[in-house]
C-alpha cells in the first residue's frame, strides 16, 4: 500500500463515523479507499458509489481547501454510480 493510501485512509477515518452504504476513493497511480459500515480502509472492492481524484486534488479536499461539489463541477472529481451516497459523502467532507 502507498503512502498516500494510508494517508488518505487515516485522513477519511477521522471524518468518516459510519456511512451507510459502499464508497470508494480511487487515487489514479495510487490505489483505492473503502468506506463502508465498518469504516475506512484501503482496498479495491465492488461500491455503490465511486469517485476518483488526483492524489493532489484529494487532499485538497481533505484539508478543506477544495469543495468536493466544486472540483465535481470542474472536472477533477469523477463519480460513477449513486450520486445520492457522492453528495453525502460531499456534506461530510465539504
Avoid: C, R, W, Y
Avoid at 482496498?43 to 455503490?48: L, S, T
Avoid at 469543495?67 to 469523477?78: C, D, E, I, R, V
Amino acid at each position: 500500500m502507498s503512502d498516500v493510501i494510508t494517508a488518505a485512509v487515516q485522513m477519511l477515518a477521522a471524518k468518516v463515523q459510519g456511512f451507510d452504504g459502499v464508497a470508494k476513493f480511487v487515487i489514479p497511480g495510487e490505489g483505492s479507499i473503502m468506506i463502508d459500515a465498518t469504516g475506512v480502509h484501503a482496498g479495491d472492492d465492488e461500491a455503490d458509489v465511486t469517485l476518483t481524484a488526483e492524489a493532489d486534488v484529494f487532499q485538497s479536499i481533505m484539508e478543506g481547501e477544495t469543495n468536493p461539489t466544486a472540483a465535481f463541477m470542474q472536472g477533477k472529481l469523477t463519480v460513477d454510480g449513486n450520486m445520492g451516497l457522492a453528495m453525502q459523502l460531499g456534506a461530510i467532507l465539504g
